[in-house]
């Protein structure tokens, strides 16, 4: 890792750590916003930010999220796990107490198109994308010059639909190594097994390269240049084992006329799909995102 | 129609007594260009704007549209018809060549929900909207008491499946009579039989609320919402017997999340409907737009 | 009020019968969120939407508007205010307590330019908008038929700079007559007095025709086009003493090029004004806004 | 360069052995168009794309951009100026003639924050950029592990106002010797002298990190933040002598809210600079921009 790099990650460390994030999802009732506040009130929490939904307040389901500044919650944090315990219990709640200081552990997966990868790379060392990108695998070796100065990781294990099953042993024994808590797929453009997506439940994700549910499975762009649209999207979402059926993340377009061409359709989208990937990547992180019935609540 | 309107029309036809048009597709080969710009000039005419495009300069389909003003364009209309009848065949071209002065007739179909006619209407009033809006039909009478006051004749003509031929026989037989020129559909929700598309080629404009060829067919917003798209969009295109599959016009999009029920995304749908239904209407009337297998050209 | 526009709001005020809002701004410190949702949880009450920010978690400005359910709200109001007085004096908050079911009384002044007043009416009739328009206010007679037909109340007070000061004792007997809560300059081309102001901080929203801070004052399409800007843009803010200056509420933009001259800015402009005022207005009928230090926090 | 790129140069080279454009200014009559196109016709010029506009049809100032392919076109390029500029001096044009083989040679002035250099260097190996870059200048040293292995030539010249002039002759001397085309302050953060402004008249492209004619001069973001604007934005045009009052070529928005402190404002606005450079960069190398009268026409 690179002087530049190094220095934003501990400037990251240093302002959040106390730092924490509570999500939660439970059936909706009275006083639970009222049961939280008072839970980190008696911890001396402040809360910096909170936001909460309701499908329905009667009878639906409930979600919040709450960013916190607690002091020493370093050593604090294993003891509000247990207490909170018994609260979630009380409601029924899912939930999850995430320590920032602590970054997740991000692999990418890549093919011989780049400008994903360098999208998250380029926002990364920019501060905007705090993780610990700890491995880049692609079935090709184009990405490896991008990624080996900076000092991460490059493996190089070729893959095609007949070893499939071999090459996602090895992609899994690597994520398991390194505790990998969430895959991206960089316009990686190999079909993963479901063997594979339910060892990773809403920890993959995924860019397609189209307005969805417009233009599913392969070859969006030549679709879309078939049909003639006037806008083209892409689209990002968690990977479920129904293709490109899973929780959207976020969408965005970009007009395009009739002078466009697939070629030129391709070079619009690449800009559009960069910077969808991004904000997906980045609520991510940010744990802003609660998955609920197929569907997707950003908070 | 109420003095302010007659007024703007009076303004508009002063403005473009020599305003004419002239749109030409015809397989690409060199001297095209030159050839028209010679036969206006040798005209008199100037050329205010011009814009063309090819499919391919080699061996495609080229595509031109330009605006011209012209003096004593009503005298010499049918002279510079006739003589570039012969050009015309020379070089294989299907043509237009219009007058703007004359203003399109146009008839709005509508249902019950009324937004788009609304926009449509707000936007003639404006002077955005240069036509002659000869009638409203509508199998509900929620649009008479928008129409009349502007001395628009409204016809309520009940439809409905059963009684679908009937009901066009009444339509086609009201449009031929006022020699309509564009057919707008904006959200009319009965489906036309093939008869009456076939008796009006790329001269129906429909809104479909969806950014197709997402969500082709009924509720779409229902569906979008049930697949959570952080987009909605709508679609405005010529009506053609497959549905929802004709030429695309125009389409945009708008933003939504996951607190948005099929109410609001209907609320929020409106606002883009309308827009793209007007936008599209508006090309249409300046004949901007050329169709091309299944595509439009919009210049 | 026509049958439908009554029925809209009929609909509304059953829907929101137990609908409270609470806004409080206050010294920042911890214990507020938990002191306010155990206050609104000893009420029965159920919180549907809650938003906060703080300047600064450390020593800043806290905010908080949650919106919530409560039974007999209707009855219990004056009780809960009580209650809550002591709380805020005990945190040195700014509050208020809001009932959905009264809705905002509000006075239109506009000038000869329809667009605002039009689109403002539109999203009232679409239930978009849940307001009581008490008043149309205008120193020209255009408006009159559009606003009559719906029994909205219009009055012509001829203005100029001359008698600024007898013209604005009319409307302020008028707005205090009927208890105004907001003014909507809806493109009212007339200035202010400071006493006029004054006499309504926060009270009166006006759209400004451009990019705010670019093109202060008059003309400012003219300007636009002189400068050669390629967006032009809309502002709608609250209005205080300085010409302008107020907080901004919502601004947007729309794009344009070397082809639009003066018109064509103003016929672009006007859709952005139209919505960029609508949503300005609609965020403060539903009690979205506070204002903090010439800024606005829009929840 | 790698191996990569110069691939890429190649191919554009291939693609574009007879591809020249043509573009015209000139007092508007009739005729014009004809003239040109008879002229291209004579050389055989097929013309792909051609877009024109006038200030004022009676009167005014017309332009024009032409596209074309024409057979051998690298031996006849030199006799076709010959001749054209006869017409040219019959009609008054300005005029140019430009042989797209010819890639335009760049020199990038950047300082210290790399986000506008990376963008442009990226678009440049993706094919969208078509240029020689021949050169990177900066006043430190952060670019030069950029841009060398690259193998584009860096020169550190360190500078501040007391040394300006010695800096700016080095910087003339440099440009001059290689024949620089167009110079992209890519975030440079000096004052350039009226003499090094007025050596480059329309060849120097800045971007300014504020939507002008809001915040002109330093500090944009931090000025956008006191004032609580909605959006902000970025400005791309030819540097004139008055500080950001050039011809403006591009500009663009994104939304921001009350969360956003300077800092936050600063990362959006990194976005909303590279693509509003990148595009104005695009458009001038495909002589897509005229400049008139401190404005751009953009084609």
Chains 1, 2, 3, 4 share one sequence.
Not at 5 to 10: G, R, S
Not at 28 to 57: C, M, R, W
Not at 98 to 127: P, R
Request: glycine share 4%; hydrophobic share 40%; net charge negative.
């Amino acid at each position: 890792m690179n002087a530049f790099i190094k220095n934003q990650i501990q400037q990251f460390q240093d302002n959040n750590q106390n730092r924490g994030r509570l999500l939660v999802s439970c059936p909706d009732q009275p006083g639970i916003v009222s049961t939280i506040s008072k839970f980190l009130f008696s911890h001396n929490a402040n809360i910096i930010e909170s936001s909460q939904y309701s499908t329905n307040p009667e009878g639906g389901t409930f979600f919040i999220r709450i960013e916190f500044e607690c002091p020493n919650l370093k050593e604090k944090a294993s003891e509000m796990e247990n207490q909170f315990g018994d609260i979630a219990k009380e409601f029924s709640m899912e939930w999850k107490l995430t320590h920032v200081y602590n970054m997740k552990k991000v692999a990418i997966f890549v093919s011989k198109e780049l400008h994903c990868l360098l999208e998250l790379i380029w926002e990364w060392q920019s501060g905007n994308l705090m993780a610990d990108i700890s491995m880049v695998i692609s079935n090709h070796e184009e990405a490896r010059e991008v990624v080996e100065p900076l000092n991460i990781p490059f493996y190089y294990i070729p893959a095609n639909k007949d070893i499939r099953e071999q090459v996602e042993e090895k992609q899994l024994e690597l994520l398991k190594e390194h505790n990998i808590d969430l895959i991206i797929l960089a316009r990686y453009m190999q079909i993963l097994t479901p063997k594979f997506v339910s060892a990773n439940p809403n920890k993959i994700i995924n860019i397609h390269h189209s307005f969805l549910p417009a233009f599913i499975g392969a070859r969006p762009y030549e679709r879309a240049y078939g049909r003639g649209v006037k806008l083209i999207g892409a689209t990002s979402h968690y990977v479920t084992n129904d293709l490109d059926e899973g929780p959207i993340i976020e969408q965005d377009i970009s007009r395009v006329d009739h002078r466009d061409n697939v070629d030129s359709l391709k070079k619009i989208g690449r800009s559009v799909e960069r910077s969808v990937l991004a904000r997906a990547v980045k609520w991510h992180l940010e744990d802003r995102i609660l998955v609920h019935e197929n569907k997707t609540i950003v908070f």
